[in-house]
């Protein structure tokens, strides 16, 4: 009959143990969060805080945002000096205006009739010598005014095909580009520095803490507001140096705490390759049963969220 009693005491032990294994161990941890400090890299007022002090935020989401007035103005000098630049640039390639071309092209179609003419002329004068109607002066003449016409249509073609090139020689319009280029990039600059006046979120997670109010200066790098992100939660634990061995990358392991209402999976990911207490110089039993390794797991993503960090746990291998 005293047997029976005690068989119907345990029952109900076990089931509030879990029913695990008498021989896995139980190991203490808690939960370690990993959080990300948010910071702008430029000083200022801040100017209004998005994501207050427990509220939930998704990646890209705005945190806070620091007063960029006078990078705004900068940024607004930088882009006029592009444009500036850039029709400096586009002014030079161009040809000359186009009134000027077609005039020059008008003295090209004279230039080319008088020489005709000329050519005209001087093949009449050359047969009529020929004939000794005319003396040789006369066809000197018409030779004289033949070459004339020559020069001046090639005159002409010259002009024209100077007006129909750039504006600019080719190293002005290279020094040109490269201002235009200068501009552009300090454009760039003043752009990345308005746009990180904005911190947004880098991954969905929780805004655990803030530290500045809006209309506070906040110094360049300075910290305004702490994410803990969703994957970013470990299962922290320590194992004595006489159970290491039993703990290896990749493990499966299963955690318990105060209010869960199912275990808590893990895989380990980390085991600390140094004791956590630096040892005596001689090594006893009693010394060695002291040791303990910090030994990391990550949690299972849907759990994760329901984390909170120093939450304590009592951990155990469930994996071989």
């Keep these: 009959m005293k047997l029976l009693r005690c068989l119907i005491a345990c029952v109900p032990a076990c089931f509030l143990a879990g029913c695990h294994n008498d021989d896995a161990p139980i190991y203490q941890g808690y939960v370690e969060g990993e959080f990300l ?5 430029q000083a200022g007022y801040l100017k209004s805080l998005d994501s207050p002090r427990g509220a939930r935020v998704g990646e890209g989401q705005a945190v806070f945002v620091v007063a960029a007035d006078p990078d705004i103005d900068a940024l607004a000098e930088a882009e006029a000096r592009v444009d500036s630049a850039r029709e400096k640039v586009e002014n030079l390639k161009e040809p000359r205006r186009q009134p000027e071309i077609a005039a020059l092209e008008a003295n090209l179609r004279s230039a080319r009739a008088n020489l005709r003419l000329a050519e005209t002329r001087l093949e009449r004068q050359q047969s009529l010598a020929r004939e000794n109607f005319v003396s040789q002066s006369a066809v000197d003449e018409a030779v004289s005014s033949h070459d004339q016409a020559l020069a001046q249509v090639e005159a002409a073609q010259q002009q024209l ?26 454009t760039a ?3 990345w520095t308005v746009e990180r006046k904005t911190v947004s979120a880098p991954a969905a ?11 506070e200066w906040v110094p360049a790098g300075t910290s305004v507001a702490s ?9 922290r634990f320590y194992v004595p140096e006489a159970d290491l061995s039993r703990v290896r990358i990749g493990q499966a392991v299963e955690a318990s705490c105060d209010g869960c209402a199912a275990p808590i999976r893990g895989t380990i990911d980390f085991i600390a390759p140094q004791a956590e207490f630096t040892p005596p110089v001689i090594y006893s039993r009693n010394s060695r049963e002291k040791l303990v390794f910090r030994v990391e797991a990550a949690p299972a993503r849907e759990q994760a969220t329901e984390l909170h960090p120093g939450l304590p746990l009592d951990v155990r291998l469930t994996g071989k």
């Design 189 to 191: 600059q003043r752009r």
């Design 37 to 41: 400090y948010l910071a702008a890299p």
């Design 227 to 235: 994410l803990l992100p969703d994957d970013r939660r470990r299962l």
């Design 205 to 215: 997670g929780v805004i655990a803490d803030t530290w500045y109010r809006p209309g």
């Design 161 to 186: 095909s100077t007006y129909q090139d750039t504006l600019g020689r080719k190293p002005e319009v290279r020094s040109a580009e490269a201002d235009l280029q200068a501009a552009q990039a300090q």
